[in-house]
């Protein structure tokens, strides 16, 4: 069961992940998460780096779709102004969200890839949907209070894969 938390890859954050690689892979679509892989949980708007990512995916002609599990104001407050389609309360790990999104944005789960920085919600949702996953380093080692917990118990599963050489430490302060 474990091997449904475990990330296709990992790296430090989205700027390791170019349109060269996703085309290397065969993917055309990307799910992100906000908070703590695109900004920081409590940034509301884009910095220019992640405007200038989301043009190169753009420019590519990788679709990208903000994929969170916050309410409404947070991600359109975020998402609007940069004019990126996007799904408020996901409710991930839960497929039907994943289905959804997969559905708008015309592609399979084949041509897609999930990326975010929690493993019991954007890694484990993706890899029950059958999504490429890629596991980023949080921004920010603090969190919102609902994220603490699943902290914890995804720093247990991350020291697990890690000592079975499953993954490799990605986190400077490991």
């Known amino acids: 069961m474990l091997h449904l938390f475990l990330p296709n890859k990992h790296v430090e954050s989205i700027f390791e992940i170019d349109p060269q690689f996703l085309q290397s892979i065969n993917k055309k679509g990307v799910l992100v998460d906000l908070d703590n892989t695109l900004v920081p949980w409590d940034v509301a708007h884009a910095p220019e780096n992640v405007l200038a990512w989301l043009k190169e995916m753009e420019e590519a002609n990788i679709k990208v779709t903000i994929f969170s599990n916050n309410n409404k104001d947070r991600v359109s407050l975020f998402a609007d102004p940069i004019k990126t389609p996007y799904i408020f309360r996901a ?34 949702g993706g890899n029950r949907a059958k999504v490429y996953t890629i596991l980023v380093v949080p921004i920010v080692q603090s969190d919102a209070w609902i994220t603490k917990f699943n902290r914890r118990l995804e720093r247990l599963i991350l020291n697990y894969f890690y000592r079975k050489g499953k993954l490799t430490r990605r986190d400077a302060q490991e």
Request: hydrophobic share 45%; proline share 3%; no cysteine.
């Open 91 to 124: 409710k991930k790990p839960l497929s039907r969200a994943f289905r959804v999104v997969q559905k708008e944005m015309g592609l399979s789960a084949d041509d897609m890839v999930v990326i975010g920085d929690q493993l019991l919600t954007d890694i484990l």
